[in-house]
């Protein structure tokens, strides 16, 4: 059974940092894609970065710069690295991976930022 568990969350104030974590079980992490993922209220739920089994990562644009996704397979988790948080960026956070063509996700956690 494929597990994802984020965790990191919570509320800061514009411009400071948190670091999400994502375990997961269940997966042979170090071949897999690991995918962020963020919600806000009323909106739809949209890719933020992802990081390949090679460790190469993509970002959509308005977090390239502020955010960094990482990996440590030994581990089987990977993060993401928020600095200089917005008002825009208060979203559900989600850890998603695709094994035997389902995609699976986490639970979330809440990030909130207020200025």
């Known amino acids: 059974q494929v597990q994802l568990v984020e965790s990191g969350g919570g509320s800061v104030q514009a411009g400071e940092s948190l670091r999400l974590s994502c375990r997961t079980s269940?997966?042979?992490?170090?071949?897999?894609?690991m995918n962020w993922y963020r919600q806000a209220p009323g909106k739809q739920r949209d890719f933020v970065a992802a990081?390949?089994?090679?460790?190469?990562?993509n970002y959509t644009d308005s977090v390239k710069a502020r955010f960094t996704i990482s990996r440590n397979n030994a581990w089987n988790t990977v993060y993401l690295q928020m600095n200089s948080l917005s008002v825009e960026d208060t979203a559900v956070y989600y850890c998603?991976?695709?094994?035997?063509?389902?995609?699976?996700w986490g639970r979330g956690t809440q990030v909130t930022v207020s200025s």
């Open positions: 990081i390949s089994s090679d460790g190469s990562t």
């Open positions: 269940g997966i042979n992490f170090k071949i897999h894609r």
């Open positions: 998603q991976t695709t094994y035997k063509s389902r995609n699976n």
